[in-house]
């Protein structure tokens, strides 16, 4: 099957610092990514849409600024999170859309998420 | 009001028994249900998926939907160690519209 990888798995950051996280599609190309946010006991949550070579399309409530969305080509999105605080903890995962299957429903193909850890 | 609601868990059963794994949900105009599974510290892969009302079966798993009720189900028999996971339903109203997910429930198989 399609493989999503992201990068990295963990990471441990002070408060105010910016990090990034790299999504990665090895084996096929995805004009489409997907950025969730999942905290624990808790659903994922769609934070932004990314289209390649356009502007991300950001889900209501999720500060555009803050969470800053590239998807420069068509096999790499990158979410960076700007001057982290410990409430932006969480577990990310991306995802890239694979297309419609032949029942309707859409595929996506997930990577293995990020956890955020900010002090 | 959660447009998708699923018991977390934990559920803890023995190993060969049948597991029923459930969710609800609030918006009719969902038409597509899917089942996600999800290892600890991996993402989510899609499992099954039905459309509109009906049953699904593929191997040991089947999923079953009842539009009446808004009523999304996951049955899983012969259930083996292996299949310990958390389990995520979802549902979407079709083609390259918003998926939303419930909480997941946690599953695990004993020996």
């Known amino acids: 099957g399609a493989v999503v990888s992201q990068h990295p798995s963990r990471v441990i950051c002070k408060s105010g610092t910016s990090v990034k996280i790299e999504c990665r599609s090895l084996d096929f190309q995805a004009t489409t990514m997907f950025w969730y946010r999942q905290f624990p006991k808790q659903s994922l949550m769609l934070m932004a849409t990314?289209?390649?070579?356009?502007?991300?399309?950001?889900e209501q409530g999720v500060e555009k600024d803050k969470f800053l969305i590239n998807h420069a080509s068509l096999t790499l999105s990158t979410l960076t999170v700007t001057s982290a605080h410990p409430e932006d903890s969480s577990f990310y995962i991306c995802?890239?859309?694979?297309?419609?299957?032949?029942?309707?429903?859409?595929?996506?193909?997930f990577g293995p998420g990020t956890r955020l850890l900010v002090l | 009001q959660k447009e998708v609601e699923q018991d977390p868990g934990p559920l803890s059963v023995p190993e060969g028994a049948i597991v029923s794994l459930n969710c609800t949900y609030s918006n009719s105009a969902f038409q597509y249900f899917m089942w996600y599974r999800q290892y600890s510290r991996k993402g989510p892969e899609l499992l099954m998926y039905?459309?509109?009302?009906g049953n699904k079966e593929d191997g040991r798993f089947t999923a079953q939907v009842d539009k009446s009720s808004k009523y999304i189900s996951l049955f899983i028999r012969d259930s083996q160690p292996s299949d310990s996971a958390t389990y995520l339903c979802?549902?979407?109203?079709?083609?390259?519209?918003?998926?939303?997910f419930g909480t997941g429930t946690k599953l695990q198989v004993i020996p």
């Open positions: 995802s890239a859309r694979m297309g419609v299957l032949a029942g309707g429903v859409e595929t996506q193909y």
């Open positions: 990314s289209n390649e070579g356009s502007k991300a399309t950001y």
């Open positions: 039905t459309y509109s009302s």
């Open positions: 979802a549902s979407t109203v079709g083609g390259y519209q918003k998926v939303t």
